[in-house]
């Protein structure tokens, strides 16, 4: 399997801008993760969907936030208009839940950088 | 609440030295308990992990074990290598809580020094 894959590695936008994100989880895996990594705040969760359906968004940050998940295969986290804090690493990760001790699989993450 | 406690880093050992991270944790139910590693420039990838008490996780010489008792999973390794250098996050998930999400320590900054 490719593992987790995410798009762009890279994204470079000026403030203002609606950026997305986007995540293909592992094939078979039932939930996904959204996560964002800074120095000041380390790794937070942002929201998670079991079966394409949004569990928990308590950690999207503001209405500028926003992610989907439209099929078993496909999710997208976007920001709508991005702001220079909005700058961090976004993780993407699946997990398959069948019993305790469940690995999450991450992906590579995109960093963004707002100007 | 979950919570999870790992001691700040950065920690720096000259190679060869032992290794020892500690993480401590709060939980209302039966956490599996995971520490996970971060390379530059990647994303987290599970090192090892244990599911019930006493129980030991291993890999790639790396230990933790499961102690209810002083609920901690401190992570330890008997000769470190350059190539350990990353961050390690201890972390827990607890779905008797009624979620299935982790809670992850703040991580903790290994640099091995040739």
């Known amino acids: 399997d490719a593992g987790v894959i995410q798009s762009p590695r890279h994204e470079v936008t000026e403030m203002g801008q609606e950026v997305t994100l986007r995540c293909k989880p592992i094939?078979?895996?039932?939930?996904l993760f959204w996560y964002r990594q800074t120095m000041m705040r380390g790794l937070e969760l942002l929201i998670y969907?079991?079966?394409?359906?949004?569990?928990?968004d308590s950690g999207m940050p503001e209405d500028r936030f926003s992610a989907k998940m439209p099929n078993a295969s496909f999710s997208t986290l976007k920001i709508q208009p991005s702001e220079p804090r909005d700058s961090a690493v976004y993780f993407c990760?699946?997990?398959?839940?069948?019993?305790?001790?469940?690995?999450?699989?991450f992906g590579p993450g995109t960093r963004l950088t707002v100007t | 609440g979950n919570s999870v406690t790992q001691m700040e880093g950065p920690v720096t050992l000259s190679e060869e030295a032992f290794l020892t991270i500690n993480c401590t944790y709060t939980?209302?139910?039966?956490?599996?308990l995971f520490w996970y590693v971060q390379y530059p420039g990647e994303g987290l990838q599970l090192l090892l992990k244990?599911?019930?008490?006493?129980d030991k996780g291993s890999n790639k010489g790396f230990e933790a074990t499961y102690r209810k008792e002083t609920t901690s999973f401190h992570l330890e390794k008997g000769s470190v290598q350059v190539s350990d250098s990353a961050v390690y996050f201890c972390?827990?998930?607890?779905?008797?809580?009624?979620?299935?999400?982790?809670?992850f320590g703040t991580g903790t900054r290994l640099k091995v020094l040739a």
């Open positions: 969907f079991n079966n394409n359906v949004p569990i928990d």
């Open positions: 990760a699946s997990s398959l839940v069948l019993a305790a001790g469940y690995e999450q699989y």
């Open positions: 244990a599911t019930k008490a006493d």
């Open positions: 094939s078979g895996h039932d939930y």
């Open positions: 939980a209302t139910g039966y956490p599996s």
């Open positions: 972390a827990l998930s607890d779905p008797t809580s009624g979620t299935y999400k982790y809670i």
